[in-house]
């Protein structure tokens, strides 16, 4: 292994699909051979009752905040208030709102809506909505949050609770399995072939979702089994690693609290190889 070429002779299996471009350069520029098993497929069910009270309570004042997860929640939630008839509604009342947007993506969707956030999370991941929320007056205030899928941010909510405010939590979109798991099952044989060394999550969905397909498929304790023995799972963020956990798999690596970014999880990655 040099010093240029860190991760030379490593595979590693990414599930991102947001940014899956950027992160698997990440890795091949120092070295890396990447297999890239996308699980997380977003879908839209229009105005279903959660997103329709948020719209309707949003034109009535009712949210003196409304933060934002990704930009595909966005669309759809606009989507929504356009099978509504309350598009131009909900962007006036987003408007006299502080919005907080999790990073570059949900912020290029409030600007494709001629909306901005007041604030970007700092780094883009519920840590650093957090940190956000805590620099803000929400005491006596409704706070909405438009989720990444179904998962819930327990962390975000204590954070809201603990400043005096009242959380609104709602999924604008759901996270399904693909109809034909054919990929997803090529992609756990290789892990129990031990073709694939590494393991790296970005999101708690992932985790889920490779388990539900992995249960369908009658591999979850297999794909548990050569996670803990002979490859290793790294992890963003306590949430995903909690996720885990929860699967009985073992976490082998996680940035710094400070640096929990896609960034900071390859230079921990990296630091871990290079250990004597």
């Not at 229009?46 to 719209?55: L, M, N, T």
């Not at 509504?84 to 987003?94: M, P, S, T």
């Not at 999550?201 to 023995?229: C, H, W, Y």
Request: hydrophobic share 45%; aromatic share 8%.
């Amino acid at each position: 292994m040099t010093d240029a070429k860190p991760f030379e002779g490593i595979t590693v299996g990414l599930f991102e699909t947001r940014r899956q471009r950027e992160f698997t350069a990440m890795f091949t520029a120092r070295g890396a051979e990447v297999v890239a098993c996308p699980v997380v497929f977003p879908e839209s069910r229009g105005a279903e009752e959660p997103v329709r009270k948020f719209i309707e309570e949003a034109t009535q004042g009712k949210f003196a905040v409304a933060i934002f997860y990704t930009g595909i929640g966005i669309q759809a939630i606009f989507d929504a208030a356009e099978q509504l008839g309350r598009r131009e509604a909900l962007k006036e009342a987003l408007s006299r709102m502080t919005l907080v947007a999790r990073g570059p993506k949900s912020k290029g969707a409030l600007k494709r809506h001629n909306l901005a956030p007041a604030f970007l999370a700092e780094p883009p991941t519920t840590e650093g909505l957090v940190k956000r929320v805590e620099g803000l007056d929400v005491r006596g205030k409704r706070v909405a949050v438009a989720l990444a899928g179904d998962h819930s941010s327990p962390t975000l909510t204590d954070a809201v609770e603990r400043g005096g405010g009242e959380i609104y939590a709602f999924a604008p979109y759901h996270y399904r399995l693909p109809e034909d798991l054919s990929d997803i099952g090529a992609f756990i044989q290789k892990v129990l072939a031990g073709e694939v060394g590494w393991l790296v999550f970005t999101t708690p969905p992932q985790v889920g979702i490779l388990m539900d397909a992995a249960e369908k498929l009658g591999l979850r304790e297999r794909l548990v089994e050569a996670a803990n023995s002979f490859g290793a799972v790294a992890a963003v963020g306590p949430v995903t690693a909690m996720e885990l956990a929860r699967y009985e798999v073992k976490v082998s690596v996680r940035p710094t609290e400070e640096n929990e970014t896609m960034t900071g999880l390859v230079n921990a990655i990296e630091g871990f190889l290079r250990k004597p």
